[in-house]
């Protein structure tokens, strides 16, 4: 089956392809979407019930200049860019998507889409670790094989940890098993989970087949003698930002001592690691305070702070104002 490369598939091949898989129409998916998916006050998702099945996937099209306002979920979405062009804005970084491009949209990422002036067609799938550690012989409490499986081809530059882009002859090659998910998945009753979730694990599997090189690329750009430790930590602290972290047992799962890392860290970074995971979780509590569904509270426990007083005070050494203050200031900007 030819698919056209360098301008991405026409939207004749792609109708073409939707007849062939028999892909659902759209009241079709906007029903499972209601059935699978809850949105509450301030655009915030997630699951209805993950006891049900904790994963959604849909063929979307999307016409020019529609606008998906700022949001956020509890579970990881994966975007396969099919056709056109457009902008998501994740944690206020814009990423520029073409056909080809998958991106990773992690757990409480803020992200919205700006459509531009062309239509696109992608394909969206919504999951949680909890689908695929299903029926394993393997403990997920630390996500090893669902990092590893499933999310290692995005490590490597900032970046590219959210994005791949793949040539047009890689599309071509994962193209079948993209549209046979979202077929298994509209076809098949939702107590078929291990029926769906081996399409899932087989689409994952080709995806990192085909990102391999990327992957590797990636991840020897990060690998100087310290540099490899510091991007080890990095990726460790950005994993873990809403858990308590232990700069002790950090240092130790490294075989360092404390003093030795953060002389390390500080080298690598400019900044010692308790004052870079303070900056970052006040990044990301920033983020937050656009979502009028999260109390303060709630968002400082979100970010890692189980001292709200100390939070309070973090918030205001970095930006100047108080939680409130500086939710106001975003609201008068809107």
Not at 29 to 58: A, I
Not at 99 to 125: C, F, W
Not at 169 to 190: F, H
Not at 319 to 327: E, F, I, Q, S
């Amino acid at each position: 089956m030819l698919i056209e490369k360098h301008s991405g598939i026409s939207l004749d091949k792609l109708n073409e392809l939707k007849k062939l898989y028999s892909l659902p129409k759209q009241t079709k998916v906007h029903k499972y979407w209601q059935r699978s998916m809850e949105v509450l006050e301030g655009n915030c998702s997630h699951f209805r019930d993950e006891s049900s099945l904790p994963f959604h996937v849909s063929y979307v099209e999307r016409t020019v200049n529609s606008l998906i306002p700022l949001h956020t979920h509890d579970h990881y979405e994966m975007i396969v860019m099919l056709y056109g062009n457009c902008s998501h804005v994740v944690g206020g970084q814009t990423i520029k998507i073409a056909p080809g491009s998958v991106l990773l949209i992690k757990p409480r990422d803020t992200h919205k889409t700006i459509q531009g002036n062309e239509s696109t067609v992608h394909a969206s799938i919504m999951f949680l670790p909890s689908f695929v550690a299903e029926q394993t012989d393997i403990s997920f409490k630390e996500d090893i094989l669902f990092n590893f499986m499933l999310l290692a081809p995005f490590f490597g530059t900032e970046q590219s940890s959210r994005l791949l882009r793949l040539p047009m002859e890689a599309l071509q090659r994962i193209l079948p098993l993209c549209y046979t998910l979202v077929s298994a998945y509209y076809s098949a009753e939702t107590t078929e989970r291990y029926h769906i979730r081996n399409h899932f694990l087989s689409f994952c599997s080709a995806l990192f087949v085909e990102c391999r090189e990327q992957f590797i690329q990636n991840l020897s750009e990060r690998m100087s003698s310290s540099g490899k430790i510091i991007s080890q930590s990095l990726i460790y602290i950005k994993d873990n930002i809403s858990t308590d972290i232990s700069i002790n047992d950090l240092s130790a799962g490294l075989g360092l001592t404390k003093k030795y890392f953060s002389a390390l860290f500080k080298q690598e970074t400019g900044k010692l690691p308790k004052t870079y995971i303070n900056e970052l979780r006040i990044r990301l509590a920033q983020e937050l305070l656009g979502l009028p569904c999260y109390s303060v509270t709630r968002i400082a426990l979100e970010v890692g702070f189980n001292d709200i007083a100390y939070f309070h005070r973090q918030f205001r050494r970095q930006t100047g104002k108080t939680p409130l203050m500086y939710r106001r200031n975003l609201a008068n900007k809107i």
